[in-house]
Each structure stands twice: as C-alpha cells, then as structure tokens.
C-alpha cells in the first residue's frame, strides 16, 4: 500500500517561493508515476507536475518555467519547487501516485489517472 504525506505549504507574497515536500511510503520508485495537483476552492483539481521513474516530467502550461518537480532518491522524497508564485497558484496541494503503465511516454497529469493520494498542503499566494 503505496502512503503519500506532503508538507511545506504555508502562505506567501506574490513573487515568493515555496518548495514543497512529499515523503512516499510502500513503493518501487522506479516503477511509479508521482505527481502534484492543486484544487482551489470552487474549482476541480488539476495536475500541476508529475515525473516518471526515469525523471522524466511533464509539466502543467500555467506552471511551465515557475515549478520544478524533483526527486531525492536517497531521501525517498517528492519536491514541488514553487517560485515566481501567483495569487491564482492558491490551492491545497496534493501529491500522488500511481503504478506506471508500459504505453506512458510521459506522467500523464489527469488526476483520474492516479490512485494513491496525500491529504494535502495548503498554499497560499497574496497579492
């Protein structure tokens, strides 16, 4: 049984950074897709990043050259590097997971894809 926890949100000025963590439990990190998504209030969840066992990474358009996804073997840890933040990046936080599948090029971000979530971190932004 594949347990995720995040941690690291916290709120933040616009233009700020955060960098968020998730600490997998009960995997082979080399067979599994991981990912964050973010849902805000009144909106359906959405992936943000995700990276394959091999660091490959897919990344969300609005978050493209602002969010680094990355991976600590040794520590067995999932970061969400966050800069140049905006009010519209508010949102709980989620990391994920899910068994890689042989035809995925890529971590797919559609959050249907994933069966294991964390119960979230909260994020943030002011203007």
């Known amino acids: 049984q594949v347990q995720l926890v995040e941690s690291g949100g916290g709120s933040v000025q616009s233009g700020g950074s955060l960098r968020l963590s998730c600490a997998p439990s009960?995997?082979?990190?080399?067979?599994?897709?991981l990912g964050w998504f973010r849902q805000a209030p009144g909106k359906e969840r959405e992936g943000v990043a995700a990276?394959?066992?091999?660091?490959?990474?897919t990344y969300a358009d609005s978050v493209k050259g602002r969010f680094t996804i990355s991976r600590d073997n040794a520590k067995n840890t999932l970061f969400l590097q966050m800069d140049s933040l905006k009010p519209e990046d508010t949102a709980m936080y989620y990391c994920?997971?899910?068994?890689?599948?042989?035809?995925?090029?890529?971590?797919?971000?559609?959050?249907?894809?994933?069966?294991?979530w964390g119960p979230g971190t909260q994020v943030t932004v002011s203007s």
């Open positions: 009960g995997y082979t990190y080399s067979m599994y897709c």
């Open positions: 990276l394959n066992g091999g660091g490959r990474t």
């Open positions: 994920a997971a899910v068994q890689s599948k042989p035809n995925w090029w890529r971590c797919p971000l559609l959050p249907d894809s994933y069966n294991y």
